[in-house]
């Protein structure tokens, strides 16, 4: 390796075989995987021993709300429609600090838990003021996690027969201009991705629906929505357009390898395949889909289908953990419980949605993998109390909940012994408690 090559020390989660622990280096370079295997230091090589851990890629969470943080533990035995009327007077009154502030902690809080990439979908814009996605990005860069920024919108009112209140939602023309603006000042396709996000089908017109599918592809932008994510939305779409919701998809241009919904909970066999073939990406949001009784998605008939299926959290407000790590565990329940049986799917395949999957969702295919000329994205797991389990993914997915060790996003060090590097993340909780406050107040 050329001087000044980081070479990671590790026990390399690709390179556990039949339970047998084999110790291997990671060598990064220039932001890249540039070796796997027994790699010896040079002089001005930085080396991070990681002995008794377990690395695997970064993990990848392909669908948040980080503004959620500052309304935490309100409605918690509402289903979606009944929850989302609950909040979204107060989310009306949330201003530029208040993301920022709410950005921060649920990034760190991300990163801690070995989110080396994060998407977060935010449709909540008062006032029309897209600085909120300037505020979201720079607390990103400060963390020092990947972005992907997905510029939500939602124009049908209540008067209009949508779901949200008319004081939160903006006009066709204001929703586009601002989408483009947004993904000229940030985007750069590396660490802040943007992609075009209309809210749902119950909170925006088929007319925004067509326009930002346009506006993205001209840009070539990903293309983000919640779909089919309880049966109240089904019920919403056959009274209002004669179709299920992913028929409206479909008639929209709205399935593609370019496009991922959120839950695609409440999907048929015929739906599945479709999803399928069109390769349509799905994030999977267990821990929220059971808080909200939504329904469990049928991840394993996705995945067999050909589907790319990534993990989400969600937002804080249905998922008041705020952190990826548990979900691994919680979308292998779901899986087993939906299918009815307990190979329905394997802890593997669980990291899989974590890592490979989220990144397939995203279109990053440097990002989820252990591979030469992958992304330096590495998540470093401690493991010491799972020393005497047969194969160390078991343990992380199925054992007790955990902080990464180390985190590093292109080779650069995120989290170091289990501390974020970047931000003191109990400062900025206590920001946060003080902006959450006001909004109660």
């Avoid at 779901?163 to 929703?175: G, N």
């Avoid at 601002?178 to 000229?184: D, F, I, L, M, P």
């Avoid at 993998?369 to 078991?394: H, I, M, Q, S």
């Avoid at 985190?407 to 909780?429: I, K, P, Q, R, Y």
Wanted: charge should be negative.
């Amino acid at each position: 390796m050329p001087p000044g090559t980081a070479i990671l020390r590790v026990v390399v989660q690709r390179m556990v075989l039949r339970g047998a622990r084999v110790p291997g280096d990671i060598a990064v370079e220039g932001g890249r995987i540039a070796a796997i295997g027994a790699v010896d230091a040079r002089p001005g090589d930085r080396v991070l021993p990681c002995d008794g851990a377990l690395v695997t890629a970064g993990l990848i969470n392909c669908h948040h709300h980080l503004y959620q943080w500052l309304t935490r533990g309100r409605a918690t035995a509402c289903d979606l429609f009944t929850w989302l009327q609950t909040l979204y007077p107060v989310w009306g009154r949330i201003s530029v600090e208040d993301t920022a502030a709410a950005a921060l902690v649920g990034l760190g809080e991300l990163a801690l838990s070995g989110a080396t990439t994060v998407s977060d979908h935010h449709y909540v814009v008062p006032h029309g003021d897209d600085a909120v996605f300037d505020v979201i990005a720079g607390a990103a860069r400060t963390v020092g996690v990947r972005l992907q920024l997905c510029r939500g919108s939602m124009d049908l009112g209540e008067s209009a027969g949508g779901l949200p209140p008319d004081a939160v939602v903006e006009s066709i023309d204001a929703i586009l201009a601002s989408t483009e603006a947004v993904a000229a000042r940030l985007h750069d396709g590396e660490r802040v991705m943007i992609s075009v996000a209309p809210c749902s089908p119950f909170s925006v017109t088929t007319d925004l629906m067509r326009e930002s599918a346009t506006l993205a592809r001209r840009l070539g932008l990903r293309l983000h929505t919640h779909l089919a994510e309880t049966q109240d939305e089904a019920a919403h779409c056959e009274a209002r357009f004669g179709k299920r919701p992913l028929a409206l998809m479909e008639e929209l241009d709205w399935l593609g390898d370019d496009v991922w919904f959120a839950h695609a909970i409440h999907l048929d066999a015929d739906e599945v395949a479709a999803v399928g073939r069109s390769h349509t990406g799905v994030a999977h949001c267990p821990s929220s889909n059971a808080r909200l009784a939504a329904g469990l998605c049928p991840v394993r008939g996705l995945l067999d289908a050909g589907a790319p299926v990534g993990l989400g959290v969600d937002g804080p407000a249905s998922n008041e953990m705020g952190v990826l790590l548990p979900e691994l565990r919680q979308a292998l329940y779901l899986a087993r419980l939906r299918e009815g049986r307990a190979d329905a799917l394997s802890p593997a395949e669980a990291l899989a949605l974590a890592t490979s999957g989220g990144a397939a969702c995203l279109g990053r295919r440097d990002l989820g993998r252990l591979e030469v000329g992958a992304a330096a994205d590495l998540a470093v797991w401690p493991l010491d109390d799972l020393a005497d389990l047969p194969d160390p993914v078991d343990g992380l997915v199925l054992g007790p909940d955990r902080r990464v060790r180390h985190l590093l996003v292109a080779g650069e060090t995120v989290v170091s012994d289990g501390n974020l590097v970047g931000v003191d993340l109990a400062a900025a909780h206590a920001t946060l408690a003080r902006h959450a406050a006001k909004l109660w107040s």
